[in-house]
């Protein structure tokens, strides 16, 4: 049995168990330590541990999947930053291309400034108008030599017909008006041709009879008034009963109209 000297010593006793029993044990380590003059077991642990709340720092135990969505962020953001020096290196070098040239080019460039600048020179208000009037001889020289008519050329045979087409000079357009005497779009015509032989002197208007050129008779009954357009020996243009068009009573500016339409004269 237990006395209380016991309890108060500290002694087990066996097959005993009390929620004392501990507290007895502490008891008994600080009076032995008293009596030795050493530090209890308990003092000497609690002086190895840190003092509480001396821990200014923090940290986090993310576990297996934090770190691999840290690592995966870090990643994500070394690619971005790679491809936007990418875009940056791309850029410096586009403007380089662009503004950076060899010294031959450069010599080249130079070259053209000063030829510029000569010529700059040269071309003052004088020498323009020298030159205009130059220029403007020139075109009037190259004027006279085309031939001018002004009035409406009366062709009295087959051969005639002919040397008037094919004898002509090649930049002339030949204008021939077959006519009979007895229809009256046929005077109209003449009448209008006579207006744009003055108006278009360089362009060459004839006339000749129908009965002449030895067309057929129905031609020269229904066919007329008919103009036939040559240049350089070449017919380009054949109107055949032009009142089927213009009627019988028709001026000079209708039949302007028509053959520009058909690119057989000038626009003025």
């Given at each position: 049995m237990t006395t209380l000297d016991d309890k108060i010593l500290g002694e087990k006793v066996?097959?005993?168990?009390?929620?004392?029993?501990?507290?007895?044990?502490?008891?008994?380590?600080?009076?032995s330590g008293?009596?030795?003059?050493?530090?209890?077991n308990k003092e000497i642990k609690n002086a190895e541990l840190p003092p509480?709340?001396?821990?200014?720092?923090?940290?986090?135990?993310?576990?297996?999947?934090?770190?691999?969505?840290?690592?995966?962020?870090?990643?994500?953001?070394?690619?971005?930053?790679r491809a936007e020096l990418e875009k940056e290196r791309i850029a410096l070098s586009k403007k380089l291309t662009l503004s950076v040239k060899t010294e031959r080019e450069e010599a080249q460039d130079k070259k053209i400034e000063e030829i510029e600048d000569e010529f700059n020179e040269l071309i003052d208000e004088e020498f323009l108008q020298?030159?205009?009037?130059q220029r403007l001889q020139e075109l009037m020289a190259q004027l006279e030599k085309v031939p001018k008519f002004g009035k409406v050329v009366t062709l009295n045979s087959r051969v005639e017909f002919l040397d008037a087409i094919d004898k002509e000079d090649k930049k002339v357009t030949v204008i021939i008006h077959i006519y009979?005497?007895?229809?009256?779009?046929?005077?109209?015509?003449?009448?209008c041709l006579n207006i744009l032989a003055s108006d278009y002197p360089a362009v060459k208007f004839c006339r000749i009879s129908a009965d002449i050129t030895g067309l057929s008779r129905h031609f020269r009954v229904d066919g007329v008034p008919a103009l036939l357009v040559y240049k350089e020996g070449q017919i380009i243009g054949?109107?055949?009963k032009m009142s089927?068009?213009?009627?019988?009573?028709?001026?000079?500016?209708?039949?302007?109209?028509?053959?520009?339409?058909?690119?057989?004269?000038?626009e003025k």
């Open positions: 066996h097959n005993y168990c009390s929620s004392s029993e501990d507290d007895g044990s502490d008891d008994e380590d600080s009076r008293d009596e030795e003059g050493n530090m209890p509480i709340n001396s821990w200014n720092g923090s940290a986090t135990n993310t576990g297996p999947k934090g770190v691999i969505e840290d690592w995966r962020r870090f990643k994500q953001l070394e690619a971005e930053n020298q030159y205009q009037k009979n005497n007895v229809t009256i779009a046929c005077e109209t015509m003449d009448g054949n109107f055949v089927n068009e213009l009627g019988n009573d028709f001026f000079a500016s209708d039949v302007e109209r028509y053959l520009i339409e058909y690119g057989m004269l000038p």
